[in-house]
């Protein structure tokens, strides 16, 4: 233990022959401990250590009114009132695990937009997406994309641009990560190769025998570099539509999420069934509890497609596709409107009506100390105008030459 006299100086003090300060003495340790915690977690598992309590990062993107607060609090068991996300909220979760120590899961929410998340980014990957996606958390990252069934013209090209943006920030994160690239690959491959050997296949399901889809349809399958989940909300709206719609739109979602190696389920916060399966999904990649077992393929019921678990004979049926021809017949069927997008002025699923004019004036986002502190700024804002002003007024009445 390093004491320090009540007459040192700071950072200029330094221990007894170490030629370094207490400060840095200090960073170099948790530094330490923090690669420690880091050796000590591996994808989706908590680490080979027993006592290391493990991290995860949930990141959850998609368009707004999509259900992603609504998907967040069920998963955390809150009843609170769902609002429109403005930018990028951060919350956590924790759970009890092997030991006393708890497991934490760090929850990130993107907020949507009518136009995902390309809106103002001039085709760079979104800023938003940059806090989460750190060399530190890549290794226990999950992506969660959701997309609203209830609203088919717009379904294909939020799913597009938010799915493009996601993988452009992620590729961004890996490169400033040494070695991170190779790692992700392997274990992209275990994860889309694994559900062949995890049990029986139910009947219907279709399995390439060679030892899993990555291969499947001439090389067609690029697994997503990191745990990818499509989240299909608003189900109970969707379950409504007409049988030929609903073949068309899961076909090309089971397509989507198979050729980049996801997960595909649907959810609706009415349908306790649907909510049970989510949060045992979510409970899976935050915190490593059992994957589920459940295989639903069937278009007339609620889709749950673990990764690896499909195959393009099966979503194909024989006939000929890529990502462009879905995106045609989805696009064919359900002719995107020009300007606002479908259900944009409604609202729904994040939590009722448009995003406030004002949202710091807007009693929905109040924060006592926060909206404190903004009044004083506001005050002394005010009062500086004022003195400018009087300044303006003496300086025009002066008959300068």
Same mark, same amino acid.
């Given at each position: 233990m390093v004491r320090v006299s009540s007459s040192s100086s700071g950072r200029g003090d330094t221990s007894s022959g170490s030629g370094l300060s207490v400060w840095d003495l200090a960073v170099v340790e948790a530094r330490g401990k923090r690669q420690e915690r880091a050796l000590n977690t591996t994808q989706h598992n908590g680490g080979d250590s027993d006592k290391a309590p493990r991290e995860a990062t949930l990141i959850f993107v998609g368009p707004r009114s999509a259900g992603k607060t609504t998907l967040l609090q069920r998963f955390l068991d809150r009843e609170e009132v769902p609002r429109h996300t403005l930018a990028l909220e951060y919350t956590y979760g924790r759970k009890t695990g092997r030991t006393l120590v708890k497991d934490v899961c760090h929850l990130w929410e993107v907020g949507g937009s009518g136009e995902g998340l390309n809106r103002g980014t001039g085709g760079a990957p979104h800023p938003l997406l940059s806090p989460p996606l750190t060399p530190r958390?890549?290794?226990?990252?999950?992506?969660?994309?959701?997309?609203?069934?209830?609203?088919?013209?717009?379904?294909?090209?939020?799913?597009?641009?938010?799915?493009?943006?996601?993988?452009?920030?992620?590729?961004?994160?890996?490169?400033?990560?040494?070695?991170?690239?190779?790692?992700?690959?392997?274990?992209?491959?275990?994860?889309?190769?694994?559900?062949?050997?995890?049990?029986?296949?139910? *009947? #219907?399901?279709?399995?390439?025998?060679?030892?899993?889809?990555? =291969?499947? +349809? %001439? !090389?067609?399958?690029?697994?997503? $570099?990191?745990?990818?989940v499509l989240m299909g909300g608003k189900y109970d709206i969707f379950q409504d539509f007409q049988p030929e719609e609903k073949k068309l739109i899961c076909r090309a979602l089971r397509y989507v999420a198979h050729t980049n190696g996801a997960t595909?389920?649907?959810?609706?916060?009415?349908?306790?069934?649907?909510?049970?399966?989510?949060?045992?999904?979510?409970?899976?990649?935050?915190?490593?509890?059992?994957?589920?077992?459940?295989?639903?393929?069937?278009?007339?019921?609620?889709?749950?497609?673990?990764?690896?678990?499909?195959?393009?004979?099966?979503?194909?049926?024989?006939?000929?596709?890529?990502?462009?021809?879905?995106?045609?017949?989805?696009?064919?069927?359900?002719?995107? *409107? #020009?300007?606002?997008?479908?259900?944009?002025?409604?609202?729904? =699923?994040? +939590? %009722? !009506?448009?995003?406030?004019?004002? $949202?710091?004036?807007?009693?929905?986002?109040?924060?006592?100390?926060?909206?404190?502190?903004?009044?004083?700024?506001?005050?002394?804002?005010?009062?500086?105008?004022?003195?400018?002003?009087?300044?303006?007024?003496?300086?025009?009445?002066?008959?300068?030459?």
């Amino acid at each position: 233990m390093v004491r320090v006299s009540s007459s040192s100086s700071g950072r200029g003090d330094t221990s007894s022959g170490s030629g370094l300060s207490v400060w840095d003495l200090a960073v170099v340790e948790a530094r330490g401990k923090r690669q420690e915690r880091a050796l000590n977690t591996t994808q989706h598992n908590g680490g080979d250590s027993d006592k290391a309590p493990r991290e995860a990062t949930l990141i959850f993107v998609g368009p707004r009114s999509a259900g992603k607060t609504t998907l967040l609090q069920r998963f955390l068991d809150r009843e609170e009132v769902p609002r429109h996300t403005l930018a990028l909220e951060y919350t956590y979760g924790r759970k009890t695990g092997r030991t006393l120590v708890k497991d934490v899961c760090h929850l990130w929410e993107v907020g949507g937009s009518g136009e995902g998340l390309n809106r103002g980014t001039g085709g760079a990957p979104h800023p938003l997406l940059s806090p989460p996606l750190t060399p530190r958390s890549l290794p226990s990252l999950t992506v969660v994309l959701l997309v609203d069934l209830s609203r088919p013209k717009a379904l294909w090209k939020n799913l597009m641009t938010t799915l493009r943006q996601v993988k452009e920030a992620v590729n961004k994160a890996v490169e400033r990560s040494p070695g991170a690239k190779e790692r992700l690959e392997a274990l992209a491959t275990r994860r889309v190769t694994s559900a062949v050997t995890k049990g029986p296949i139910l *009947e #219907g399901d279709s399995v390439d025998d060679s030892g899993g889809d990555v =291969g499947d +349809g %001439g !090389g067609e399958v690029e697994p997503f $570099p990191v745990p990818l989940v499509l989240m299909g909300g608003k189900y109970d709206i969707f379950q409504d539509f007409q049988p030929e719609e609903k073949k068309l739109i899961c076909r090309a979602l089971r397509y989507v999420a198979h050729t980049n190696g996801a997960t595909i389920q649907f959810f609706s916060a009415k349908d306790p069934g649907l909510v049970k399966k989510a949060k045992e999904l979510l409970g899976h990649f935050a915190f490593g509890t059992a994957e589920s077992r459940s295989l639903s393929q069937d278009y007339n019921k609620p889709l749950i497609i673990p990764a690896g678990s499909d195959s393009l004979e099966a979503i194909c049926q024989g006939e000929k596709h890529d990502l462009q021809s879905w995106g045609r017949a989805l696009e064919t069927r359900y002719v995107p *409107e #020009g300007g606002e997008e479908e259900g944009e002025r409604e609202g729904g =699923g994040g +939590g %009722g !009506g448009g995003i406030p004019e004002d $949202p710091a004036r807007d009693p929905t986002y109040a924060e006592h100390d926060v909206d404190n502190l903004r009044a004083q700024k506001d005050e002394e804002l005010e009062r500086i105008r004022r003195e400018v002003g009087r300044s303006s007024t003496r300086w025009a009445e002066l008959d300068l030459p």
